[in-house]
Nanobody
Framework: VQLQASGGGLVQAGGSLRLSCAAS????????LGWFRQAPGKEREFVAA????????VYRDSVKGRFTMSRDNAKRTVYLQMNSLNPEDTSVYYC??????????????????WGQGTQVTVSS
């Protein structure tokens, strides 16, 4: 699977952005797709994941209620709608995928495929 992320940019605190990740290659039905982020000098951290077959989503606590992950079957694309952004959300965001759902959905080591990052910068 190849992943192409887009949609990052510069936004003021309180604003919104929508990230997209287009997947090509394998059939996605049994896949799990996720978003991670990494700020300078920090470890990569889990943001959200979706189970393609059911649409079930999971989120890190700090983004619950602000971020929404979704998928479009026809476009083979996942989205991360980010609302009420704050400067702590500033990071490079990465799209990732693995062949099946995992109970360790928040661990970067569980994921096999990674797209290039897209920068999200939130100004105060």
């Amino acid at each position: 699977v190849q992943l192409q992320a887009s949609g990052g940019g510069l936004v003021q605190a309180g604003g919104s952005l929508r990230l997209s990740c287009a997947a090509s290659g394998d059939t996605l039905f049994n896949y799990a797709l996720g978003w991670f982020r990494q700020a300078p000098g920090k470890e990569r951290e889990f943001v959200a994941a979706i189970r393609w077959s059911t649409g079930r989503t999971v989120y890190r606590d700090s983004v619950k209620g602000r971020f929404t992950m979704s998928r479009d079957n026809a476009k083979r694309t996942v989205y991360l709608q980010m609302n009420s952004l704050n400067p702590e959300d500033t990071s490079v965001y990465y799209c990732t995928a693995r062949h099946s759902w995992t109970l360790n959905w928040d661990s970067a080591s569980e994921y096999t495929y990674w797209g290039q990052g897209t920068q999200v910068t939130v100004s105060s």
